[in-house]
């Protein structure tokens, strides 16, 4: 029985590390990713629908500026980028990543 702690403890910490490096940006689902973009963006309200390669949708800024939002995912590299153009002429881009 003392024999099998060692072996028992060592598949626990495997299977909390493989399960923790699995989620990452690259993706994040769209509940993760709307948080994220919220507190990022200090947006009021944000709508997203699934695309292709991640996310379109749009936004409204604090100060009520509406932004177009375009999010990309790259699992391979874990990495979400994302484009926010606004209808007030600002822009801003930016992206998440685990290294």
């Known amino acids: 029985m003392h024999q099998l702690r060692p ?3 060592a598949l626990l910490c495997c299977s909390l ?7 990452t ?11 994220e973009m919220t507190r990022k963006l200090e947006l009021k309200q944000i709508t997203l629908t699934p695309a292709a390669s991640g996310f379109t ?4 800024a604090q100060d009520g500026e509406n932004y177009k939002l375009t999010i ?3 699992p391979a590299k874990g990495r979400l980028e994302w484009t926010a153009e606004g209808d007030r002429g600002s822009s801003e881009d930016g992206f998440f990543e685990l290294n």
């Open 7 to 9: 072996l028992a403890c």
């Open 72 to 74: 990309t995912q790259d």
């Open 57 to 60: 949708g749009s936004g409204t």
């Open 17 to 23: 590390l493989i399960g923790c490096a699995s989620e």
């Open 25 to 35: 940006p690259g993706n994040w689902k769209q509940p993760k990713v709307e948080t």
